[in-house]
């Protein structure tokens, strides 16, 4: 039921060949006011044709449009304005989300293809901060959409265990470490020893000559650095593995840099074969000026790769393994340049498929104004955030509500998926500025809120003893109040598709607080569970609503809990 499609339909009966289908369907709008219509369409761009005043136009066309489908047809001004039945359209959005459940909204649209996720990606050695929330979350959230519109997502997590920081750490264990601190602690023991580097070699630059030396023999495995280099991977791992379990996050592949270690000399031989690979100052690099891209440095002078040969590789070994549809990284947008050089290289490569990338940049979250920086030891760390978020949701439960069961469980699925919102809810691209005590509240533009809001449904649903039946029923409703909800409820497919299109998850985030909104006003204006002919429909419009909620969290991989 495609109401836009069915008005376009019957506007284009009556309009003939004076403007397309497809022109009819984009120019159709959704007013502001609700009592300017459920969708209107500007006539303007009749007026050359018809060479009439476009009030004129709105009212001889609308006494000529079938009324069939419409409560009533109003000119205004330069548009016409069309009311849907309200009744009948309740009826079917209510059966169709009450028959469907948490199916409502999936389509196929992907036909099954894979679609690859590069995301969360944090370097060994470093823990895991409020910097990589986003890419984590946007990653995770993109690979739920994925999946509702029919794609089969790939979540990989390129994890950063290959590089010149491993010859720093190197260096700077073995001139300030100490064994028995780094097992005792660590990730915040191996963090303090990155930052003490950055200063010293501020002072001595000697130290980075030291460090690209010892990543060579890294490279070249040699049996210290690469015992050094194991020890420091698995302690990170384990660490970063509390953290994806607190975000109930899970990944197909942790297949990260140096995984690619003996994939990348195809590529430099593949590189030659094709006469790409050119020498500069003793480098490799690939030219890359028809592209209006600043060369790509393919291999130092000394022989070391980068990180765009080990890209490349994981890129054509992604291809070749999964065959994906698309491939797109999760990665902020500082390493926009990066990406145009990937797929420039590919392009050069002659693989047709370098147009399946996509870098799906995202903006900074800053703690007062000011950049999150590891190297400068500016960190907060993900794991005490959450912890901290869990902490004061408990508060709160303790306070208004003492006697909940599971608190320890609902305090945990709240107070996660308050960060976790905080940051969907932003625009991709927008920096925002991190404030645990805005982010928990219950009221206002909240995870909680929308929670909260879900669990109120639930509250309402025990409490009449309403179960969805598995037959259809009449669910006509016809109240301005319920109208909203159901109209929202209505849009919930179409801003799947459009969350995904756009690789924006804010489109779900968004959706669902003007769902949750809705249906408070609703509720506070409509006696829900009073005896009449209606209260079985009103009944399944807080099912439905509940549904709506549950799933559009889900789809921002956050819980929603029954009872709060």
Not at 12 to 29: R, T
Not at 391 to 396: K, R
Request: with cysteine.
């Amino acid at each position: 039921m495609n109401f836009k499609e069915m008005i376009a339909k019957d506007l284009a009966a009556v309009l003939g060949e004076q403007l397309s289908y497809e022109d009819i369907l984009n120019l159709i709008e959704k007013p502001k006011a609700s009592d300017h219509g459920d969708y209107s369409f500007p006539v303007f761009s009749l007026s050359k044709i018809q060479r009439k005043a476009p009030n004129m136009i709105a009212e001889e066309l609308s006494k000529d449009i079938d009324t069939t489908n419409y409560e009533q047809i109003i000119p205004m001004g330069g548009y016409i304005n069309f009311f849907l039945k309200k009744s009948e359209v309740s009826n079917a959005v209510l059966n169709d989300v009450v028959s469907k459940k948490n199916h409502y909204g999936d389509s196929t649209l992907g036909q099954g293809k894979n679609v690859v996720i590069d995301m969360s990606s944090p370097n060994i050695a470093k823990p895991m901060s409020m910097g990589h929330l986003r890419s984590t979350v946007i990653g995770n959230s993109l690979a739920e959409l994925a999946d509702k519109v029919g794609y089969t997502p790939v979540k990989i997590n390129h994890v950063g265990d290959w590089g010149t920081q491993f010859g720093k750490l190197i260096v700077a264990y073995k001139k300030w470490g100490d064994e028995a601190k780094v097992k005792e602690n660590p990730i915040s023991e191996l963090l303090a020893l990155y930052v003490h580097f950055h200063e010293e070699a501020e002072k001595y630059p000697e130290l980075d000559d030291q460090a690209r030396e010892w990543f060579k023999k890294l490279e070249d495995g040699d049996t210290e650095a690469i015992e050094l280099w194991t020890w420091f991977r698995e302690e990170s791992l384990k660490e970063f593995q509390k953290v994806y379990d607190m975000l109930g996050i899970e990944f197909d592949s942790y297949n990260g840099e140096a995984f690619y270690n003996d994939k990348m000399q195809p590529v430099i031989d593949s590189l030659l074969e094709k006469e790409l690979l050119v020498s500069d100052d003793g480098a490799d690099i690939v030219n890359l000026e028809k592209y209006d891209l600043n060369p790509a440095l393919i291999r130092k002078s000394d022989g070391a790769t980068l990180y765009i040969t080990r890209d490349l590789a994981a890129a054509m070994y992604r291809k070749e393994n999964y065959d994906f549809d698309e491939s797109i990284y999760v990665v902020g947008n500082e390493q926009s340049i990066h990406f145009k050089q990937l797929k420039a290289v590919l392009k050069e490569m002659g693989y047709e498929w370098s147009d399946d990338i996509k870098h799906i940049p995202f903006g900074l979250i800053t703690s007062n104004g000011k950049k999150l920086s590891t190297r400068k030891g500016n960190v907060i760390l993900l794991e005490e955030v959450l912890n901290e978020a869990i902490n004061a949701t408990q508060n709160i439960i303790n306070e208004k509500n003492p006697t909940l069961e599971n608190k320890e469980e609902v305090a945990h699925q709240v107070g996660v998926g308050a960060v976790v919102f905080h940051d969907l809810k932003n625009d991709r691209l927008n920096n925002f500025d991190f404030n645990l005590d805005h982010i928990i509240q219950f009221e206002g533009e909240t995870g909680p809120y929308v929670q909260y809001t879900r669990s109120r449904c639930e509250s309402i649903l025990r409490k009449a003893d309403w179960i969805a039946p598995t037959s259809e029923a009449n669910y006509s409703l016809s109240d301005d109040e319920s109208w909203e909800v159901v109209k929202a409820l209505y849009n919930f497919p179409a801003k799947v598709q459009e969350a995904y299109r756009k690789y924006e998850p804010s489109v779900v985030a968004k959706y669902v607080i003007d769902l949750a909104q809705k249906f408070n006003k609703y509720y506070s204006k409509t006696k829900i569970l009073e005896d009449n002919s209606q209260k079985d429909a009103r009944l399944a419009l807080v099912y439905s609503v509940s549904v709506v909620l549950k799933e559009g969290l889900r789809l921002l991989g956050i819980q929603s809990p029954d009872n709060m």
